[in-house]
């Protein structure tokens, strides 16, 4: 079966709004679970893709991402270590996460979910989401972690031409991803060929 060449479409939320809904939350857990299939395999239900919001399907891209990127075993202190997701900013992806890896696991570890200070870059983040809100601060936060295993993620723009690593970006009402390849290589960090295939690279000739 062909992979997706477009992305999942969104219902539109206000950025005055954006706090998840408890009703919703069982769409939400139906799109983790089935968003591997979506990416990879293009198998999507319409009724579920448009009824899930532009929070809900980053949140989801978010965990799925760490299905297709795995991490060295020196970015861990221990066998035993969570996988920490770390966001920048206020947003309802924070709550999505938490609540959606919650009794999950990333290669046999538990997850952690955290907001992270202005200004904080906590290199123990195996991945870090940057919101529109920390834009002004995403520069800061790259110093900070370079040379360390942190998968970086923002939805604004110029964040991969600054050095980061996914940027969210809108194209026809869809979400879609752009993917700085060389620096997540730089990170250590070895990205399946099937979430390259369905990017966009940065920079345009993929070098």
């Not at 202190?77 to 996988?83: D, I, K, L, Q, R």
């Not at 992806?93 to 570890?109: C, E, P």
């Not at 991969?160 to 960090?189: C, H, P, R, Y």
Request: aromatic fraction near 8%.
């Amino acid at each position: 079966m062909a992979l997706l060449k477009t992305h999942l479409p969104f219902r539109a939320e206000s950025r005055r709004s954006r706090r998840p809904r408890s009703k919703s939350w069982s769409i939400e857990t139906a799109s983790l679970v089935l968003l591997p299939l979506i990416l990879f395999l293009g198998v999507v239900a319409p009724a579920l893709a448009q009824t899930l919001s532009e929070s809900q399907v980053k949140a989801a891209y978010l965990f799925n991402f760490t299905r297709f990127i795995s991490w060295p075993d020196s970015a861990f202190a221990s066998p035993t270590s969570a996988f920490a997701i770390c966001i920048a900013g206020d947003t309802p992806i924070t709550a999505l996460l938490s609540q959606a890896t919650s009794g999950k696991a990333v290669s046999g570890r538990p997850i952690s979910v955290r907001r992270i200070k202005r200004n904080e870059a906590d290199r123990s983040c195996h991945v870090v989401f940057i919101s529109v809100d920390e834009q002004r601060d995403s520069a800061a936060i790259l110093r900070a972690l370079q040379g360390a295993h942190t998968l970086t993620v923002a939805e604004f723009d110029g964040f991969s031409a600054s050095g980061g690593m996914i940027n969210f970006f809108l194209q026809d009402s869809k979400v879609k991803f752009e993917l700085n390849l060389a620096a997540a290589t730089t990170a250590g960090l070895d990205v399946s060929s099937k979430l390259i295939v369905v990017s966009r690279r940065y920079p345009p000739d993929g070098r």
